[in-house]
């Protein structure tokens, strides 16, 4: 299936990276081969660390460019025909295009908490995985919606329990033990959880919540947990009351009819409903460290999005604005993500709106905003605060 992106939004053609407008030189260039990997995809011509499955649209590979945290599709059709082209050397990796070379990129390692397992015998990685410097996992592998009209088209939540790589529910105390081998062998920043939704009133919060708890009270570390918004707001009270930093409640889509067509239930919850969530969410947790997914490339209308985006950040709401990562196994896998002219105009008119309002991914405690490797909106965020280009150009 190619789901339509919208109209194609002009910007400047940026395609070159020479000289010293190359990403290894020029911020600028950096961002816009982020934003343009992220829409076209790299081509592997080596083995490096993947997402496959979970909650949400999440197929990528990841690597750091420039020293830049970054995922990008590397399975899907347009990947696999990307001018982009990732190369092993002696040190790392390679980014090439026409057989020039544009960045140095490096993948992680495979964490060593990876050969551990817990005394009842599950491996280390079937519990919690680490996403770049993020430890992070989906603590209840399944969703009252998937398998039934209601799925999330774009999600993966069923694709790795069904492929034996995970279990079905963690528990606090699992997640809380993989927490402290990931700090202190592999260096994780902070943990993200997520899970899939329960039609009970908290539809989930107060699980993932738990488990956020037991990994901040064992390792320290700072923990975004993700849930849809509770029947009870009052929920969101106790999230917080646990401890919890930063908190992820996905809309997925400011446009009503694409939400309708791509996650029926949350449509049925209603955008208002997120809009008396996040209010709650950000009085008990503070401007900016309430976000949300808001996924580009599922044929919303931009103009309908970038209002959604902006009535988001005008209440402190951090809006995670990313390209569509198709899932294999998922209804959506075979969408075609949006072009990089697209995502980019988009990006730009959110971070100018998250600048004004003072938001910004470093002032994020954890979780999907404060890495940022699955967005560019934080690298063209960064840009436009540079300026334009000396003698022209954006
Ligand atoms: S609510 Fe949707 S995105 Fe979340 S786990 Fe369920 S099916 Fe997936």
Redesign the pocket.
């Known amino acids: 299936m190619t789901v339509s992106s919208g109209p194609e939004l002009a910007v400047g053609d940026t395609a070159g990276h020479t000289g010293s407008f190359s990403p290894a030189h020029d911020p600028r260039a950096l961002a816009e081969l982020i934003v343009d990997l992220q829409s076209a995809g790299l081509r592997l011509e080596t083995e490096i660390e993947r997402r496959r499955g979970g ?2 649209p999440s197929d990528s590979g990841m690597l750091w460019v420039e020293g830049t945290a970054v995922t990008v599709p590397t399975e899907t059709d347009a990947a696999r025909t990307s001018p982009y082209v990732l190369r092993a050397e002696d040190e790392g990796y390679g980014i090439y295009r026409d057989g020039e070379r544009l960045a140095s990129a490096s993948g992680a390692e495979r964490p060593r908490f990876y050969d551990m397992t817990t005394s009842d015998g599950i491996p280390y990685w079937k519990i919690a995985l680490m996403h770049l410097d993020s430890l992070a996992s989906t603590v209840v592998q399944t ?4 398998g039934k009209s ?3 088209t ?4 069923g694709v790795s329990l069904d492929s034996g790589r995970t279990i079905v529910k963690k528990t606090p105390a699992q997640l809380a033990e993989v927490a402290v081998a990931a700090k202190t062998l592999d260096g994780a920043v902070d943990a993200t959880l ?4 329960s039609l009970g009133v908290d539809r989930g919060a107060r699980y993932v919540a738990r488990c956020g708890n037991a990994i901040k009270e064992a390792s320290g570390l700072p923990v975004e947990v993700q849930f ?1 918004p509770p029947l009870d707001l009052d929920v969101i009270n106790e999230v917080g009351d646990l401890g919890i930093d930063s908190v992820g409640i ?1 809309v ?1 889509s400011f446009d009503p009819k694409v939400l309708g067509e791509v ?1 029926p ?2 449509a049925r919850t209603g955008i208002e409903h997120y809009f008396r969530a996040w209010e709650r969410a950000v009085s008990v947790f503070g401007e900016g460290q309430v976000s949300s997914y808001v996924i580009l490339g599922m044929g919303e209308d931009p103009d309908l999005t970038i209002e959604g985006c902006r009535r988001a950040i005008d209440i402190g709401v951090y809006p995670f604005v990313v390209p569509i990562r198709p899932v294999a196994g998922s209804l959506m896998e075979d969408v075609t993500p949006p072009s990089r002219q697209y995502t980019e105009r988009i990006y730009r008119r959110v971070a100018a709106y998250m600048t004004a309002r003072g938001l910004k991914a470093t002032g994020v405690a954890a979780g999907c905003a404060r890495c940022q490797a699955c967005s560019a909106v934080n690298a063209i965020q960064n840009l436009m605060q540079i300026g334009p280009r000396p003698g022209g150009g954006s």
């Open positions: 909650a949400g969703c009252a919606y998937w209601d799925q999330c774009f999600c993966g939540i997520t899970t899939g939704s849809e996905h997925e996650a239930a949350k």
